[in-house]
């Protein structure tokens, strides 16, 4: 080597010193990607557990108000099947039969009413039947 030369060295030098910076900044930009990555994967992957246990939790509520609502439910049934039709019950079996008697009232009497319909009809046909053959017979 000759010392006059040291432009060339330097050059050289510095193409090396570019190329290992260079080769430093690939790495850590590569790296620092990795970790914001695994960052972002391991907050997902937190969220996604909570998310599992709450929704376990959920899952254990929903199955106790279930359950409960079945035996409020199954108690209700059982209330019902106990009680009367209705709270008023012998009230309106009152009712039904003064319902009974009025439509028995009414029916006796339109019967009677019919009766007397008839009657009226035969007497006014035999007064028809009297008036026709008065007139057959002219008038006389």
């Known amino acids: 080597m000759t010392p006059g030369n040291y432009a060339q060295y330097q050059f050289w030098f510095n193409v090396f010193q570019f190329l290992f910076t260079c080769v430093v900044l690939v790495v850590s930009w590569w790296r620092t990607r990795e970790k914001v990555g695994e960052k972002k994967l391991k907050s997902l992957e937190e969220r996604i557990s909570a998310v599992e246990t709450s929704r376990s939790s959920f899952e254990a509520k929903i199955q106790e108000v279930k359950t409960s609502l079945a035996i409020e439910i199954q108690d209700v049934k059982a209330a019902v099947k106990s009680m009367p039709v209705c709270g008023n019950h012998q009230r309106m079996e009152e009712n039904d039969r003064f319902t009974?008697?009025?439509?028995?009232?009414?029916n006796k009497g339109l019967s009677e009413l019919k009766g007397l319909v008839n009657g009226r009809m035969e007497g006014i046909g035999s007064a028809l039947d009297l008036i026709q053959q008065h007139l057959l017979n002219g008038g006389k």
């Open 100 to 106: 009974a008697d009025a439509l028995e009232e009414i």
